[in-house]
T-cell receptor, first 118, second 111 residues
Framework: AQTVTQSQPEMSVQEAETVTLSCTYD???????LFWYKQPPSRQMILVIR??????QNATENRFSVNFQKAAKSFSLKISDSQLGDTAMYFC???????????????FGQGTELSVKP | DAGITQSPRHKVTETGTPVTLRCHQT?????MYWYRQDPGHGLRLIHY???????DKGEVSDGYSVSRSKTEDFLLTLESATSSQTSVYFC??????????FGSGTQLSVL
């Protein structure tokens, strides 16, 4: 069974600085997707960034980028120029690429609570 | 935003009472999911549906049942609520790709 582990329950960063959130996962599959979701106090689940395992290039979305190390099964999120609005819970998640067999199920890590301090 | 509505948004109930949470979508998506969120555990899958009347169990299905009689509605039922089912419940919908959309969640407290 696939598992996702986030080993940092809480992190803090000063505004305008860079922070990296860690995520490791375990799977025997070669075709899969990895995600970072943001959950602000409003409780809404917001997709931050997505990585397809067969793509070697690391995904980027504005100030958010990932470091995807497939062999090491590591998928970290880097937030550059941190802003107060980045304060949230961040979840790493895995989805099998065999969608029809797995039903598109997301497997989540435990979450990292990020606080951006002024 | 995807058209997905969860009701109620908050609910307080007593141990032993039945509870039904509703997820309604207007996107005509095939897949629907129920997750629960607990501190230290992230979100865990309870049940999911891949079509009308087609459902399957997730990781934490004990004590829960689901029904999907129409494409747009996915109901989660706690037959006899327990304090361990106090949680935030999220519904999600998806089509035949990796993009899932989440509802705004239901905070359930079982006293």
């Amino acid at each position: 069974a696939q598992t996702v582990t986030q080993s940092q329950p809480e992190m803090s960063v000063q505004e305008a600085e860079t922070v990296t959130l860690s995520c490791t996962y375990d799977t025997s599959e070669s075709n899969y997707y990895l995600f970072w979701y943001k959950q602000p106090p409003s409780r809404q689940m917001i997709l931050v960034i997505r990585q397809e395992a067969y793509k070697q290039q690391n995904a980027t979305e504005n100030r958010f980028s990932v470091n995807f190390q497939k062999a090491a099964k590591s998928f970290s999120l880097k937030i550059s120029d941190s802003q107060l609005g980045d304060t949230a819970m961040y979840f790493c998640a895995f989805m099998s690429g065999f969608f029809y067999n797995q039903g598109g199920k997301l497997i989540f890590g435990q979450g990292t609570e990020l606080s951006v301090k002024p | 935003d995807a058209g997905i509505t969860q009701s109620p948004r908050h609910k307080v109930t007593e141990t032993g009472t039945p509870v039904t949470l509703r997820c309604h979508q207007t996107e005509n998506h095939r897949y629907m999911y129920w997750y629960r969120q607990d501190p230290g555990h992230g979100l865990r899958l309870i049940h999911y549906s891949y079509g009308v009347k087609d459902t399957d169990k997730g990781e934490v299905s004990d004590g829960y049942s689901v029904s999907r009689s129409k494409t747009e509605d996915f109901l989660l039922t706690l037959e006899s609520a327990t304090s361990s089912q106090t949680s935030v419940y999220f519904c999600a919908i998806g089509q035949n790709n990796e993009k899932l959309f989440f509802g705004s969640g239901t905070q359930l407290s079982v006293l």
